[in-house]
């Protein structure tokens, strides 16, 4: 166990700090970077091993409770045939009794020959007596059978919820995923408490120390305070609260920030459209590959206008998610009455399809773009054919966005992509897949430099959470929150990145993964 004052050294220090911005050590005390470039004597010092230290990654926009709990689903990420499901289907329901409900995660019709949604008759054949809810990889569509809309007792002359869509009789898109809303594996706090905890011990091994849980209800908030109490929680995070409940933003803003040194809540979550990848993102013109939609909205324009002028009204940031052009477009109307030299910090979640004009209102507007590098790598390959190539400059504008001033708050969207900052980080800087294609980066004029991603990980991570003062960089006095890697990723080709590895983990001074 090592005490709260140490050094680390033989290491390659990488500080975003413009004052010292490289070192081979650093010293902890108390919690806080005590200096660099200084070990004091008589206290325990670690030998990195000329591994490189880097301000702790952020992760600024996680879903905690979901990466727990999609553990226990069925497993349909990348899994490329319908085939191949079936199978999967037909086992799990051998497994299980029947009316015993089958949830599983991560299904993309993109990945299949046919590139469509499933017809109603797949899982209605092979899976007649077990209700089954099987979400979408982008969280925005889920799939079910008969079984599961009798369970619910939904019928389809009941019209569909509006911002929502349901396609082939058993693709539910966006608002329409609450019709299944009964039948949703169970959310008890015994049981978010574990998810959240499993989600936690997968990511410090991943050298995260802080991430934005992109929205929040009160049996999350319960959960992580007794994790916190309980000693059970490593990580920091800052909470965005659900923005369709209430009554729950209410007690919050009636009672100010939360605010404590490993949680944090003083942010909303709302959601303005859904994905492109389920033709869900609000669009300017049509989907070139089904030219009768525009997508959805998926709240109404008095009940977002409401939620803006409340969170003004009581200093919380607002964090709105918007992937399509249309989406981001009206995200940024709405917020221009707030935002602009107010320091309000409000964020656009995702900004995957933004217009030239829209995105210069974001840079005068003074709003963050919080942007997941990998979404562009694992979208690239059916985006042509989904919005036409007259609009794949609007896809994932990075390097424009940061020319012009923009501090992007980096993250994974984790479930969604996997969750390690260094496939983001890679992402970011390439624009290529993990095999390299295509070989000069999709819509490469918009890749960054390695300096600019880290500090989407890191530095500008932390100015979306109000914390730049205190974590983001290796500064004397900011917290100890460090990531030790084998490599310096800000030095290498890129497909050494994806060989690095994290060795070691701290997190207030204290460590919290060790490989060293």
């Known amino acids: 166990m090592y005490s709260n004052f140490f050094n680390l050294i033989n290491a390659n220090v990488v500080t975003l700090n413009r004052e010292i911005p490289s070192g081979t050590s650093v010293t902890v005390k108390d919690g806080l970077i005590h200096s660099i470039n200084n070990p004091v004597n008589d206290v325990e010092s670690i030998d990195v091993h000329g591994g490189t230290i880097i301000p702790g990654f952020i992760d600024s926009h996680f879903h905690l409770r979901n990466l727990g709990k999609r553990l226990d689903m069925v497993q349909l990420k990348g899994i490329d045939s319908l085939e191949k499901i079936k199978s999967l289907v037909i086992a799990e329901c051998n497994r299980k009794k029947p009316g015993d409900i089958i949830f599983g995660f991560g299904w993309d019709q993109n990945l299949w020959e046919s590139k469509d949604f499933p017809s109603e008759d797949i899982l209605n054949y092979i899976a007649p007596n077990h209700p089954i809810i099987f979400t979408r990889i982008d969280g925005h569509a889920t799939w079910v059978n008969q079984k599961c809309l009798d369970d619910v007792g939904y019928s389809f002359d009941q019209g569909v919820p509006d911002g929502g869509k349901i396609i082939n009789q058993c693709i539910l898109i966006d608002n329409a995923m609450q019709i299944t809303r009964g039948l949703n594996q169970e959310n008890t706090l015994e049981n978010v408490k574990r998810w959240i905890k499993e989600a936690t011990d997968i990511i410090i091994k991943r050298g995260i120390c802080s991430v934005h849980d992109a929205w929040q209800n009160q049996t999350i908030i319960d959960a992580i305070f007794q994790l916190i109490d309980e000693d059970n929680f490593p990580i920091r995070c800052y909470g965005m609260l659900d923005g369709s409940d209430v009554d729950l933003c209410n007690r919050f803003f009636q009672g100010g920030f939360l605010e404590s040194p490993k949680y944090t809540i003083r942010s909303v979550k709302a959601f303005i459209d859904g994905a492109l990848g389920s033709r869900g993102a609000a669009l300017l013109e049509p989907y070139s590959d089904d030219v009768h939609n525009c997508g959805l909205i998926l709240i109404s324009h008095d009940d977002f ?18 992937i399509g052009d249309k989406g981001n477009q009206i995200v940024i109307d709405s917020y221009s009455q707030y935002t602009k030299n107010q ?19 974001i840079i005068d507007n003074d709003i963050i773009p919080s942007m997941q590098p990998s979404h562009c790598t694992s979208d690239m390959n059916w985006l042509p054919e989904r919005i036409g190539a007259h609009r794949l400059h609007r896809i994932s504008r990075w390097k424009t966005l940061i020319d012009k001033g923009a501090k992007i708050a980096g993250g994974s969207d984790c479930p969604i992509e996997e969750g390690n900052p260094l496939f983001e980080f890679y992402a970011a800087i390439t624009r290529q897949d993990h095999q390299g294609y295509p070989e000069k980066g999709f819509q490469n004029q918009e890749s960054v430099t390695p300096i600019e991603a880290l500090k989407m990980m890191t530095t500008w991570g932390a100015n979306a959470e109000f914390q730049e003062t205190k974590k983001g960089k290796i500064i004397p006095g900011y917290q100890a929150d460090l990531t030790i890697l084998s490599n310096d990723i800000t030095n290498i080709i890129p497909n050494r990145i994806l060989k690095t590895e994290t060795v070691g983990t701290i997190i207030g001074g204290k460590i919290v993964y060790s490989r060293l």
């Open 305 to 322: 206008k409401n939620l803006a002028r409340r969170c003004a009204k009581y200093n919380y940031q607002l964090n709105t998610h918007a």
């Open 343 to 361: 320091n309000t910090r409000w964020r656009l979640e995702h900004a995957q399809m933004v217009t030239s004009n829209d995105l210069d209102r």
